[in-house]
Nanobody
Framework: QVQLVESGGGSVQAGGSLRLSCVASGIIFGVNAMGWYRQAPGKQREMVAVITSGGSTNYVDSVKGRFTISRDNAKNTVYLYMNSLKPEDTGVYYC??????????????WGEGTLVTVSS
């Protein structure tokens, strides 16, 4: 069974840092793009950062210069380094991965989410 498992969320004061990790496990033949999304209370889920299999990255404007996404292809893992955190970064952060599995060459998978709370 293919699954994504996130870790690293928690509570931090404004200006602090956190690192999120997400591991894809199961029978996986290849990993295409991976990314992080977040959903703040009362808001829609939004893309935070994505990284392609080749290492190209894209960020939502509000986190540029503060967050960094990276991946370890050997470990099927994606990271999100979050610095200079602001209260508006609070939300549930979800890992997403486009995986090549026995189901198909490209299937979207989501983690269950990890809560990040930034206090002022």
């Amino acid at each position: 069974q293919v699954q994504l498992v996130e870790s690293g969320g928690g509570s931090v004061q404004a200006g602090g840092s956190l690192r999120l990790s997400c591991v894809a496990s199961g029978i996986i033949f290849g990993v295409n793009a991976m990314g992080w999304y977040r959903q703040a209370p009362g808001k829609q889920r939004e893309m935070v950062a994505v990284i392609t299999s080749g290492g190209s990255t894209n960020y939502v404007d509000s986190v540029k210069g503060r967050f960094t996404i990276s991946r370890d292809n050997a470990k099927n893992t994606v990271y999100l380094y979050m610095n200079s955190l602001k209260p508006e970064d609070t939300g549930v952060y979800y890992c997403n991965a486009d995986l090549h599995t026995i189901v198909s060459r490209r299937t979207d998978y989501w983690g269950e989410g990890t809560l990040v709370t930034v206090s002022s």
